[in-house]
């Protein structure tokens, strides 16, 4: 266990459908991160929240939207998706977002299925 | 695009044996260095990292950096089939625009057989 837990572990929908993605740090961090895995794909980050302020947001399609009501919590709202958004989405926190030693604490993912 | 290039593998080795990871970057301003260790449907978690050049120790893992070559290194030292993972190269900028982002490499499977 590494302090970030990540709900559900798995997903499937449909292309029409609305979900949401749940993050929950115990770590007393104040960055959280979302990212998504691909096969054969490097991480690709996703979005950057820093005190519950988004700071970067990589050219994500609208089709994805992130929440962070507080620090300790991370959302990312899930609509009309498409099959090649099928992937491990991590989340992963850490202590700020500067420093040479600042480590990134992953969530277990959530697998999400898109049919 | 900040680029992380590894061997994606798989690279296999006996028990007991040095396995030797390599990753290479494209931005020179990189500043900090990282090695993730990710198990078949589990989550990365980090091995070590490195910011300085030259060797960093810790246990049986030993990082190697050469910023002028912009090469980093994992050294595996007596591998058990325990290590049996995917690594993943993860570099650090701390500057602007790209403050706190790590951009990962694909990873190298690295297989320890018995």
């Known amino acids: 266990e590494t302090g970030v837990t990540q709900t559900p572990r798995h997903l499937v929908m449909g292309m029409t459908n609305k979900k949401s993605l749940k993050c929950e740090q115990h770590?007393?961090?104040?960055?959280m991160y979302w990212y998504k895995q691909s096969a054969k794909k490097p991480l690709e980050l996703m979005f950057v929240?820093?005190?519950?302020?988004?700071?970067e947001n990589n050219s994500v399609p609208s089709r994805f939207s992130p929440e962070c009501p507080n620090s300790s919590h991370l959302f990312l709202h899930l609509h009309t998706l498409q099959p090649e958004d099928s992937a491990l989405y991590l989340c992963?926190?850490?202590?700020?977002?500067?420093?040479?030693?600042?480590?990134?604490?992953f969530g277990p993912g959530t697998r999400l299925t898109v049919l | 695009q900040k680029e992380v290039e590894q061997n994606s593998g798989p690279l296999s080795v006996p028990e007991g044996a040095i396995a030797s990871l390599n990753c290479t970057y494209s931005?020179?301003?990189?500043?900090?260095f990282f090695w993730y260790r990710q198990y078949s449907g589990k989550s990365p978690e980090l091995i070590m990292f490195?910011?300085?050049?030259g060797d960093k120790e810790d246990g049986r893992f030993t990082a190697q950096l050469n910023k002028a070559s912009q090469y980093v290194s994992l050294l595996i030292r007596d591998s058990q089939p325990s290590d049996s993972a995917t690594y993943l190269c993860?570099?650090?900028?701390?500057?602007?625009?790209?403050?706190?982002?790590?951009?990962f490499g694909r990873g190298t499977q690295l297989t320890v057989w018995p």
């Open positions: 992963a926190s850490s202590q700020g977002l500067s420093g040479f030693d600042n480590e990134q604490f």
């Open positions: 770590l007393g961090h104040n960055a």
């Open positions: 929240y820093s005190l519950e302020e988004r700071v």
């Open positions: 931005d020179r301003g990189s500043q900090s």
């Open positions: 490195i910011y300085s050049n």
């Open positions: 993860a570099v650090k900028q701390d500057r602007g625009s790209t403050l706190g982002r790590l951009y």
